[in-house]
């Protein structure tokens, strides 16, 4: 039977006492009686509990009796769970990079479950704004296209024309070899506008906005804001996804049209440094070797790699947990997992379009 104070103030009787509990019960069962105790605080109550588990541990059964509610919700509290067993050791390499590979396996699965069920809630919340145009908040979509489109445009015209120049330049040393030197312009002019242009604002667009989407949301999870929104009757997918998707969608094939002109002057000025050609004679050789379904193939990849890249970004937010360090590993793995996602669509629409000899 235990009375008195078991607060952190009597610490030294506190594990005096539990010392001798611990004794007795080395050779019976122990029934600890709690209705004396006059005050229990959290340093009492980890106590008997440490006790508990130390007896339970040993073989022993140690049970409470006579403790008020409160006491019992705080030794609930209090309990102490069973650590984890460590991981067994790894039986060999070999071993070791299949189980890997099957984690990684099955994880890539439950990441395609989530983001099917994610586009899911994104189409509905989609088709409940469009119900209900008064509902849309059109200050956010054009504040994240200012913040998507515009204010990336500078850096990935940097970037597309120096791409471009360097194709253009390695183009023309290897042709030179044949006399083809000429036909860069070809190269260039399909390679950048069926490809390159789209792909590099892809990529880009996904360090660039897909972090600052994950990194915004996630700091809004972290500060709880979003459970805020839920408690005030509000979507946050309606509120927060919707505008931030809408604008990529919007954004990004108006960057990826940028970024080729962009590529395709740089191309250009190469080529009229390297090659000796001139700008009358550039322009003509890629009007005859281009079309507008050269232009519209980029064009069309631009909004599904909008879309994978929004929807990545914004899971991995919502999956952010209450620290700095969870926050930036799911920033890194929401750019990862864009960019590989943009260059795995990218290559099935080569595919898709060789096929129908588009």
């Given at each position: 039977?235990?009375g008195?104070?078991w607060?952190a103030?009597?610490?030294?009787?506190?594990e005096?006492?539990a010392?001798r509990?611990a004794?007795?019960?080395?050779?019976?069962?122990?029934?600890?009686?709690l209705?004396r105790?006059l005050?229990?605080?959290t340093?009492?109550?980890?106590?008997?509990?440490?006790?508990?588990?130390e007896?339970?541990?040993a073989?022993?059964r140690?049970?409470?009796a006579?403790a008020?509610p409160e006491?019992r919700i705080?030794?609930?509290e209090?309990a102490?769970?069973?650590?984890?067993?460590p991981?067994s050791?790894r039986r060999?390499?070999i071993l070791?990079?299949l189980?890997?590979f099957?984690?990684?396996?099955?994880?890539a699965?439950a990441?395609?479950?989530?983001?099917l069920?994610?586009?899911g809630e994104v189409v509905?919340a989609?088709?409940?704004?469009?119900g209900?145009?008064?509902?849309?908040?059109g200050t956010a979509l054009?504040?994240?296209i200012?913040?998507?489109?515009?204010r990336?445009?500078?850096i990935i015209?940097?970037i597309s024309?120096l791409?471009g120049?360097?194709?253009?330049?390695?183009g023309?040393?290897?042709?030179?070899?044949f006399?083809?030197q000429?036909f860069?312009?070809?190269?260039?002019g399909l390679?950048?506008?069926?490809?390159?242009?789209v792909?590099?604002?892809?990529?880009?667009?996904?360090?660039?906005?897909g972090?600052a989407f994950?990194?915004?949301?996630g700091?809004?999870r972290?500060?709880e804001?979003?459970?805020?929104?839920?408690?005030?009757?509000?979507?946050?997918?309606?509120?927060l996804i919707v505008?931030?998707i809408?604008a990529?969608?919007?954004?990004l094939p108006?960057l990826?049209?940028?970024a080729?002109?962009a590529?395709l002057?740089?191309g250009?000025?190469?080529a009229?440094?390297?090659?000796?050609?001139?700008?009358?004679?550039?322009?003509s050789?890629?009007?005859?070797a281009?079309?507008l379904?050269?232009?519209?193939v980029?064009l069309?990849?631009a909004?599904?790699m909008?879309?994978?890249?929004?929807?990545?970004a914004?899971?991995?937010g919502?999956?952010?947990e209450g620290s700095a360090?969870?926050?930036g590993r799911?920033?890194?793995a929401s750019v990862?997992?864009?960019?590989f996602?943009v260059?795995v669509?990218?290559?099935l629409?080569?595919v898709?379009?060789?096929a129908?000899?588009?």
């Amino acid at each position: 039977m235990l009375g008195g104070r078991w607060t952190a103030d009597q610490a030294a009787a506190v594990e005096a006492a539990a010392a001798r509990i611990a004794a007795f019960a080395q050779a019976r069962p122990v029934l600890v009686d709690l209705s004396r105790v006059l005050r229990l605080d959290t340093l009492g109550a980890w106590v008997l509990e440490r006790t508990r588990s130390e007896i339970e541990a040993a073989g022993g059964r140690l049970a409470y009796a006579g403790a008020s509610p409160e006491h019992r919700i705080l030794l609930g509290e209090m309990a102490l769970k069973n650590p984890e067993a460590p991981p067994s050791r790894r039986r060999g390499r070999i071993l070791g990079f299949l189980e890997d590979f099957g984690r990684r396996v099955v994880g890539a699965k439950a990441d395609l479950v989530t983001g099917l069920a994610f586009f899911g809630e994104v189409v509905a919340a989609c088709i409940r704004v469009a119900g209900r145009p008064s509902t849309f908040r059109g200050t956010a979509l054009v504040n994240q296209i200012e913040q998507v489109a515009l204010r990336g445009v500078p850096i990935i015209v940097l970037i597309s024309f120096l791409v471009g120049g360097i194709v253009a330049q390695q183009g023309i040393f290897q042709l030179q070899r044949f006399g083809a030197q000429t036909f860069v312009v070809n190269l260039i002019g399909l390679l950048i506008l069926r490809e390159l242009g789209v792909l590099l604002t892809s990529i880009m667009v996904a360090g660039r906005s897909g972090s600052a989407f994950t990194a915004e949301i996630g700091s809004m999870r972290m500060r709880e804001e979003v459970d805020a929104l839920r408690v005030m009757g509000l979507d946050p997918i309606e509120i927060l996804i919707v505008p931030r998707i809408l604008a990529l969608v919007i954004g990004l094939p108006i960057l990826a049209f940028i970024a080729s002109l962009a590529a395709l002057a740089g191309g250009g000025l190469t080529a009229m440094l390297y090659g000796g050609m001139t700008i009358e004679g550039f322009l003509s050789r890629l009007q005859a070797a281009i079309s507008l379904h050269h232009v519209a193939v980029g064009l069309i990849k631009a909004p599904f790699m909008a879309l994978i890249i929004g929807i990545i970004a914004t899971i991995e937010g919502f999956e952010v947990e209450g620290s700095a360090e969870s926050l930036g590993r799911h920033v890194t793995a929401s750019v990862v997992k864009s960019i590989f996602m943009v260059i795995v669509l990218d290559g099935l629409f080569a595919v898709f379009f060789a096929a129908i000899d588009f």
